[in-house]
């Protein structure tokens, strides 16, 4: 009996014979691609028949490493390889997601990479400009502390990452609906959402770190979008943009009207 395994990463395909692969054997390892992914493989009779690379009795397992669950990838390098994955790898990341997983491993993922960084730009925004905030807090009330502001800003910062992951996910989702490309629904696009938190990770560097993190971030959700929706470059890219112009409007109204009133 064959059994065709295909790396959901880059889509290489191994026949292997059934009676090679060990019992409880339930991950393999791309020999193309060192992707560790458990084997979810149905059965085929007529692989032989394929154009795919067939394998010999003899180096079978060799070329394509079956793991133990007990080999398969740490915590924190996993972490590690989706982090790397999302920032410089996004459209064959995004193409392998795999939707019988649910939300739990991308919303971890939002949570932990997305609370880092907004951490690390307040920090930054804190620690750089103490001396303006400090003269806007005593305008604005003496009682206020800045030490006291900066704490309560890195203990809600989780809350405020994952209120940003829902909102933007409800957001995009909609106009997504509207425009027929949310093939995927809200699930697909919430972890769409969850996993372009990666991109929060550049508010590490100081200074210009958010600013890089705004435009990694937007190009991201918009090749998430295409690629897990199975949607087109145009609808991804105008579902980001509506919200984008709805919002930049009543901003750009009040500088005017607010410009007007000091002229």
């Given at each position: 009996?064959?059994?065709?395994?295909?790396?959901?990463?880059c889509?290489?395909?191994?026949?292997?014979?059934?009676?090679?692969?060990p019992?409880g054997?339930?991950y393999?390892?791309?020999?193309?691609?060192s992707n560790?992914?458990?084997?979810t493989?149905?059965?085929?009779?007529d692989?032989d028949?394929k154009?795919?690379?067939?394998?010999?009795?003899?180096d079978?397992?060799n070329?394509?490493?079956?793991?133990s669950?007990?080999d398969?990838?740490?915590?924190f390098?996993?972490?590690?390889k989706?982090?790397?994955?999302?920032?410089?790898s996004?459209?064959?990341?995004f193409?392998?997601?795999?939707?019988e997983?649910g939300?739990?491993?991308?919303?971890?993922?939002?949570?932990?990479?997305?609370?880092?960084?907004?951490?690390?730009?307040i920090?930054?925004?804190?620690?750089?400009?103490?001396?303006e905030?400090?003269?806007i807090?005593?305008?604005?009330?003496?009682?206020?502390n800045?030490?006291?502001?900066f704490?309560?800003?890195i203990?809600?910062s989780?809350?405020?990452v994952?209120?940003?992951?829902?909102?933007?996910?409800?957001?995009l989702?909609?106009?997504?609906?509207?425009?027929?490309?949310?093939n995927?629904?809200?699930?697909?696009?919430?972890?769409?959402?969850?996993?372009?938190?990666?991109?929060?990770?550049?508010?590490?560097i100081?200074?210009?770190?958010?600013?890089?993190?705004?435009?990694?971030?937007l190009i991201?959700?918009?090749?998430g979008?295409?690629?897990v929706?199975?949607?087109s470059t145009?609808?991804?890219l105008?579902?980001?943009l509506?919200p984008l112009?709805f919002l930049?409007?009543?901003?750009?109204?009040?500088?005017i009207?607010?410009?007007?009133?000091?002229?």
């Open positions: 009996m064959i059994i065709n395994i295909t790396c959901p990463n889509h290489f395909s191994k026949n292997v014979p059934k009676e090679k692969i019992e054997i339930k393999a390892k791309c020999p193309r691609c560790t992914f458990e084997i493989a149905v059965n085929d009779q692989a028949s154009e795919n690379e067939s394998m010999d009795s003899a079978d397992i070329t394509y490493s079956v793991q669950p007990a398969e990838t740490g915590y390098t996993g972490l590690w989706k982090l790397t994955g999302v920032l410089f996004p459209v064959l990341f193409s392998s997601v795999r939707y997983e939300v739990t491993d991308p919303f971890a993922f939002g949570i932990l990479i997305g609370s880092i960084g907004f951490m690390f730009d920090f930054w925004t804190f620690l750089l400009r103490s001396k905030l400090s003269f807090l005593e305008t604005l009330s003496k009682s206020i800045i030490n006291n502001l704490l309560g800003y203990i809600i989780p809350f405020l994952l209120l940003f992951m829902l909102v933007s996910t409800l957001v989702n909609f106009c997504l609906f509207i425009l027929r490309g949310s995927r629904g809200i699930t697909g696009t919430f972890r769409v959402s969850a996993y372009s938190n990666a991109a929060l990770i550049f508010c590490l100081p200074y210009i770190g958010g600013y890089i993190a705004l435009v990694w971030w991201v959700l918009v090749i979008l295409k690629a929706h199975e949607t145009l609808k991804a105008f579902s980001l509506i112009f930049l409007v009543p901003v750009i109204a009040a500088v009207l607010f410009a007007s009133i000091i002229i």
